[in-house]
């Protein structure tokens, strides 16, 4: 029988048996394969993104446009700082993560858990600045019409030269609000909620304003949006449906339906990657405090997170040049 | 433990540091300074790297360009694919760099064919007033 050369290996391991394959442990090189499982999703992701940025090249949304918050500084147009601050987290936090593995090549307990929280405090700003960022996304700033044919029409004064908020033009008026109830009306309609600012207020306001006028989603040769004249504009108007403040699933003000969805699938999936990454790496860390590693004689686990955690870092890279880069 | 072994040199050994923290800092200042260089030129724009080359603006190419270079460090340093042997660094890479290309050739070729369609094939897309 061989199975007496099985009870020889020094420790016991839940797969491969000590063996160990191009000179790589078992777990580290499952977990390399998973990782190039899941470049490729995000890859697949990322170009689907491309597929559709190029099918409608001449009317994309611009990035710094839609991304230009900055936290403590509001009315400040700051486009790319806070997104370029997160990349430095989360790179800072792989530099953590890295020097957690090398502690642990050292046995040294103390610094691998220190350096291990850091790394999980990292994590932790990362995803809450990405909650920020969709906070202001979802909200939106300057509010649009979006009329029969789908089109996004942005405000514009031009003897000011920039972008006008809808609720800074609008005229409000009282209104009366009937409640829709089942008994009247048609039975599978249900109560919608109304805009803050309707349709016929931002109209009114409009007309009043002879210096209003807006911006189409298209773009023009050197790639700004094309503002039409006052009267093109009224003939566009003629045609709004409804007002759009922020972004959903279904439309939003920053123009391309397509672009809140890849944004949200994106970000949204590789956040969720940073948070699994922040509860691995909990675990990993109560495990490393208990002394666990200590006693098995080696931080293998340490390594393996981390390269799930480099990982996360390494599709952000991605993430960031396509969303707010290119 | 002995069997861990780090290669201390980046840039083809124009660099060398004495131990692997002090390599770990290094790869962190570069890629701070690329991330910088990334969103200096995001924010100036400079109007030459305007110009199209190969269907992409100048300016995208080079943020490609640099996005694959800190992909680069992040993988060979961060996560030790420069300490592994050649098989595994084969195994881990070559999958990658030829299905991504693959793929992001036909789709992008597709989305710029579909982009011409919509604009030139058909007399009307867009059944508005006009």
């Known amino acids: ?326 | 433990m002995a069997k861990h072994e780090h290669k201390l040199e980046i840039f083809r050994g124009y660099l060398k540091f004495k131990s692997n923290v002090q390599k770990i800092w290094g790869v962190l200042i570069f890629l701070s300074i690329v991330t910088a260089i990334e969103v200096a030129l995001g924010i100036l724009k400079p109007p030459i790297l305007m110009n199209y080359f190969l269907g992409l603006k100048l300016i995208n190419w080079i943020f490609i360009i640099l996005t694959i270079v800190k992909a680069y460090y992040i993988t060979w340093d961060f996560m030790h694919v420069r300490d592994e042997k050649p098989f595994l660094k084969n195994t881990i890479i070559l999958p990658l760099l030829i299905l991504i290309p693959f793929l992001l050739f036909i789709l992008l070729w597709e989305g710029s064919y579909i982009f011409d369609v919509m604009l030139d094939g058909l007399k009307e897309w867009d059944f508005d007033i006009y």
């Not at chain 1, 207020?201 to 006052?230: A, C, P, Q, Y």
């Open chain 1, 1 to 326: 029988m061989q199975a007496s050369t099985l009870t020889k290996t020094k420790q016991k391991t839940w797969g491969g048996g000590g063996v160990k394959p191009l000179d790589a442990a078992y777990g580290k090189l499952m977990m390399w394969f998973f990782i190039v499982s899941d470049a490729l999703t995000f890859s697949g992701f990322l170009v689907a993104y491309g597929f559709s940025r190029f099918k409608n090249i001449d009317s994309w949304p611009i990035a710094d446009e839609v991304f230009h918050h900055f936290p403590f500084l509001h009315g400040v147009n700051a486009p790319m700082y806070y997104v370029a601050l997160m990349t430095f987290i989360l790179i800072f936090s792989s530099v953590t993560m890295v020097l957690a593995v090398d502690a642990g090549h050292n046995n040294d307990k103390n610094r691998v858990a220190f350096y291990m929280l850091l790394t999980i405090i990292g994590g932790a700003v990362f995803v809450g600045s990405q909650a920020w960022e969709w906070k202001n996304f979802i909200k939106g700033e300057y509010g649009a019409v979006e009329i029969q044919n789908g089109e996004i029409l942005q405000f514009y004064d031009i003897k000011k030269d920039k972008r006008i908020p809808i609720d800074e033009f609008a005229i409000l008026q009282s209104q009366e609000r009937i409640t829709h109830d089942d008994n009247v009306g048609i039975w599978y309609q249900s109560e919608v909620q109304l805009p803050e600012i309707n349709l016929d207020e931002v109209m009114t306001g409009f007309n009043n304003d002879l210096n209003l006028t807006v911006r189409l989603e298209k773009l023009d040769e050197t790639g700004h949006k094309i503002i039409l004249s006052r009267e093109e504009a009224e003939i566009k108007l003629s045609s709004a449906t409804r007002v759009v403040k922020g972004a959903n699933l279904i439309r939003n003000e920053y123009g391309n339906p397509l672009f809140a969805d890849f944004f949200f699938f994106i970000t949204g999936f590789h956040g969720f990657h940073v948070f699994s990454g922040v509860v691995i790496n909990i675990i990993i860390f109560i495990n490393v405090l208990l002394g666990t590693y200590e006693r098995r004689g080696h931080y293998d686990m340490v390594e393996k997170v981390g390269l799930y955690w480099h990982f996360v870092d390494l599709v952000w890279v991605f993430v960031f040049t396509f969303f707010y880069l290119v």
